[in-house]
């Protein structure tokens, strides 16, 4: 059935992931009729920073003939600041535009806002809950590298609070050759809730603190540790840093891996990386654009 809000990834099937890929392949190669959504008015509402999700959703809308209105940083410049529920916002937002594509430090915000909206609802980010256009991004960077669904993938960092993590696992389940290696100190461990989901999917995961286990990995999906959703510094300093891909890293990696990371990056990453051939984060955050441009064009469809 064709989804109406994109909440979390789980509510992707195959067919519908594969739909948006090909969609995202011929607007990548320009076979697509750019005003696709001439009069559409999509609204961002980001309670927390964003580069990247913010701006390639306002850059797909506009690219697809579409308008945006914005409120800028809405934590503290919408009414929310006085007070205002989420609910009441988005009852409001909704006259205002066709589509709501909303950041929120809650988990669970979004699916809080489609159940008030009138028009589609986009997480992009809810708290340490999921971000799952990020997911359909990073899935399809990931196709664009192998073409064969038998990779085993690494994905290393705070595997606890990160959200592009428990977005891209679900993804990954649909294909059932795909291997899990999870990298994380115990305490930031991927959520139980994951694991059984992943678990009742026949998944095959192992999890590791041992960070030298990249080197059996196709892919490596590095992160971030999540340093705003820590209560005090000192647990924070404690993981910062654990585990960092540079030079002397590289040398282990399987020489047609590639190295992915959902940016921002803090240290995890050195910049020595950035020339290595195997280091495709950058074109990971360009495929945004595309892959945002593709679900919008989806969630718009009347087919
Ligand atoms: N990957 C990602 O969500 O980046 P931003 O926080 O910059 O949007």
Redesign the pocket.
């Known amino acids: 059935m064709k989804l109406r809000h994109i909440i979390s990834a789980r509510q992707f099937d195959k067919k519908t992931l594969e739909q948006i890929f090909n969609l995202t392949d011929k607007i990548k190669s320009q076979k697509y009729n750019n005003n696709h959504l001439s009069g559409k008015i999509m609204a961002t509402l980001f309670y927390?920073?964003?580069?990247?999700?913010?701006l390639s959703f306002e850059s797909a809308m506009l690219r697809l003939g579409g308008k945006v209105i914005t409120t800028e940083n809405a934590a503290e410049f919408s009414s929310a600041a006085k007070g205002e529920t989420l609910e009441d916002t988005i009852r409001v937002v909704n006259s205002y535009c066709d589509v709501i594509v909303i950041?929120h430090f809650n988990e669970g915000a979004s699916e809080v806002a489609s159940r008030y909206s009138k028009v589609p609802v986009i997480n992009?980010?809810d708290g340490k809950g999921e971000?799952p256009t990020?997911a359909i991004l990073d899935l399809y960077t990931i196709f664009s590298r192998f073409n064969r669904a038998d990779f085993t993938i690494a994905m290393v960092g705070d595997l606890k609070n990160g959200r592009?993590i428990h977005s891209l696992c679900p993804l990954l389940a649909h294909y059932p050759k795909v291997k899990i290696i999870f990298i994380s100190p115990k305490a930031l461990a991927a959520p139980k809730s994951l694991k059984e989901y992943l678990k009742q999917r026949r998944v095959h995961f192992e999890e590791t603190e041992n960070f030298k286990k990249v080197e059996l990995a196709d892919v490596i999906y590095q992160t971030r540790i999540q340093k705003e959703r820590f209560k005090n510094t000192r647990d924070y300093q404690k993981y910062f840093g654990k585990y960092i891909i540079d030079g002397s890293i590289l040398k282990y990696l399987r020489s047609k891996a590639v190295i992915m990371h959902?940016?921002?990056r803090v240290n995890e990453i050195t910049q020595e990386v950035d020339s290595d051939r195997r280091a495709i984060y950058f074109e990971e955050?360009a495929n945004?654009l595309y892959t945002r441009m593709a679900i919008l064009a989806y969630l718009f469809d009347k087919s």
Do not use: K
Request: proline share 17%.
């Open positions: 927390e920073p964003s580069t990247r999700t913010r950041r992009a980010g971000h990020q592009t959902p940016l921002p955050a945004g």
